[in-house]
């Protein structure tokens, strides 16, 4: 059913650090009512999915298009085990939308409140050695350019505007439909627990191997890491507990304590580290995957060669110890398989990612700009839709297809249409 096109109150990203008044806002009903909306408009466009990522992405002050109404599964192919999606499909709804088909998304992130093309505009990843992000998994998509052109790409035809589209940051057109690749369904036992970080980092890359999905969060000040684990399992599924200490919570709250007071973040994250208890359960991967998330931070990612992961996260954390930055939130370490998506920041290697957050009530860009500068010494690539202060000289200079991209994008969208200000300094060479 067709929405009203017309103006709108303000957008504002998950952290609230983004935030924009557009001056029309598109929800539209079908494909064809996307196409003669941006048949019959001019100026910027921007498109926005759950308005999850920390950076200027989506920020627009002209029209911004919402897949909202588009949403739910097309089709789905039994023997090659992929499905073709809305591309505004919430991740929360697509896990249990593939199970009755036998099918399960290969991996997943650490929530599912995302849009299926907003996961894919960034590379959105999950952990595991030989898994891919979503990108990585999509096998077609269909593009409808800001001229209004309808194209639908896969391997045999446009294979170029899928390379470039898998990944796109929204700035080809708008993507409206994608066929994914996802395997058998299946349950996930998750164990978690925690260890002093020396014995973290020293074995490692051995869970990693031993696990289909490693990942850890560590502690700056408490020397101690939690170790989260997940592996596919026939066990009967674990009943709901009753009740769950609300680690998001309790984040939150001595988050607000460790800003206003020196020194408490140290006996902060010691005391969250004791209260700690180890988690086991079991049930439906797309249920096991993601956690809550009720605590409101702001957060940089960068991509790095996965051989040089750990000893970046010494250099890390012993750089953050020795300032005198307050800060409660751990650094959070997974790996991501190689990918050949043109603008995926695991195009051609394995990479380990590390993340750090900082609570909202706190400034993020002391931290940030400590720590930036070590993820660059380590050849890092930033997460799209995280924090970051690379521009399209330096972006450039990471990506060995980005020549191919900018082409394709100039192709498909000659004026520009799609560009804010943060995609122009990202993807524009001076
Ligand atoms: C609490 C939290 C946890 C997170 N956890 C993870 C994690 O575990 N792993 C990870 O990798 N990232 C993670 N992220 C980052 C997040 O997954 C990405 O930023 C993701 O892109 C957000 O998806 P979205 O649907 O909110 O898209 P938005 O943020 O709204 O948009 C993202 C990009 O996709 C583009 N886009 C959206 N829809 C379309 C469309 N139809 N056609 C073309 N382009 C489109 C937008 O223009 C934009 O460039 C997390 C973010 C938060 C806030």
Known sequence: MAESVGNLAAWRNWSGSQQAVPGRWWRPGSEDELVTLLRGSAGEVRVSGAGHSFSALCKTSESLVSLDHLSGLLSHDPEQLTATVMAGTPLHELGALLWPLGQGLINQGDIDAQSLAGACGTSTHGTGLGLGSFSAQVRGLRLVTPGGEVIDADSQSHPDILRAGATSLGALGIVTRITLQNRPRYQLAEREYLLPLPEVLSRFEQLARDNRHAEFWAFFRADRAVVKLLNESSEPPTPKPRFNLPVDKVLDITSRIAHGVAGADAWMQWLLTALHSEVRRVGRSHEIF?????????????????????????????????????????????????DDVWLSPFYGRDSASISIHQHICTDYRPLFNLVEP?????GGRPHWGKLHSLDARRLAELYPRWDDAARVRERLDPQGRMLNAHLRTLLVLP
């Open 374 to 378: 070590i993820f660059w010494k380590y």
């Open 290 to 338: 993601p956690s809550p998330r009720a605590s409101r931070f702001n957060e940089m990612e960068y991509e790095l060669p996965l051989e040089r992961g750990l000893e970046c996260v010494e250099e890390v954390m012993a750089t953050v110890k020795r300032s005198s930055l307050r800060t409660l939130f751990p650094l959070e370490y997974r790996t991501v398989a190689a």
